[in-house]
């Protein structure tokens, strides 16, 4: 009954912004660890940024700086982007980690950065 579900792609222009929003529902806890993570054909998945339930936070190195997760809601995050760059386009996943159980996926969303 676990549901992901991301929203907030598009497409933007180098140096544009863009907030991913991400829901998670059917969890029986409301701060789950959540990630946001991304891939391009050809090459495998990568972690973008991660946001456990305490509230700590890590990134790739290649979004410090850059990119930012936050809480918005009971198991809701969000990725705010910015100073985007034409190799951060990729479709991006949303994932949560409740306690005891398996990891859930949302559907992706895709994100295209034009230069």
């Known amino acids: 009954q676990v549901q992901v579900v991301e929203s907030g792609g598009g497409l933007v222009q180098a140096g544009g912004s863009l907030r991913l929003s991400c829901a998670a529902s059917?969890?029986?806890?409301?701060?789950?660890?959540m990630g946001w993570y991304r891939q391009v054909p050809g090459k495998q998945r990568e972690l973008v940024a991660g946001?456990?339930?305490?509230?700590?936070t890590n990134y790739a190195d290649s979004v410090k700086g850059r990119f930012t997760i936050f809480r918005d809601g009971e198991n809701s995050v969000s990725l705010e982007m910015n100073n985007l760059k034409p190799e951060d386009t990729a479709v991006y996943y949303c994932?949560?980690?409740?306690?005891?159980?398996?990891?859930?996926w949302g559907q992706g969303t895709q994100v295209t950065v034009s230069s």
């Open positions: 994932a949560v980690f409740p306690p005891l159980d398996r990891e859930y």
């Open positions: 946001i456990t339930s305490g509230g700590f």
């Open positions: 059917g969890t029986i806890f409301s701060n789950d660890a």
